[in-house]
């Protein structure tokens, strides 16, 4: 059974926007930190974004930074990712991620959760 479960992927327009959820489904990583990585058609998993148990810190890869926003939502265990300004270039699955040190260069992920497909054409 997965642990996290990703949705809200699908296809945009670029330009557009897309929101991601990922939902702690057994509240199994309410400490630890949470985040999503991409693979593009090609390329290895790169980080995307990242955010700690309680919200206060936040981390983006360079790609990103000005146009995604991650969020966490306790109550609903579940974390969000606002993709705004999406470029063909964002096109990729995501995965949503878990563990205790996200934050570090490079991140170090515990956990992988399932993907969702992001296509963005121009």
């Known amino acids: 059974q997965e642990q996290l479960v990703g949705s809200g992927g699908g296809w945009v327009q670029a330009g557009g926007s897309l929101r991601l959820s990922c939902a702690d489904v057994?509240?199994?990583?309410?400490?630890?930190?949470m985040g999503w990585f991409r693979q593009a058609p090609g390329k290895e998993r790169a980080f995307v974004a990242s955010i700690s148990f309680n919200g206060a810190n936040k981390y983006y890869a360079d790609s990103v930074k000005g146009r995604f926003t991650i969020s966490r939502d306790t109550g609903k265990d579940t974390v969000y990712l606002q993709m705004n300004s999406l470029k063909s270039d964002d096109t990729a699955v995501y995965f949503c991620?878990?563990?205790?040190?996200?934050?570090?260069?490079?991140?170090?992920?515990?956990?992988w959760g399932q993907g969702t497909q992001v296509t963005v054409s121009e």
């Open positions: 057994g509240r199994t990583f309410s400490s630890q930190m």
């Open positions: 991620v878990a563990g205790y040190n996200l934050g570090l260069q490079p991140p170090k992920v515990d956990y």
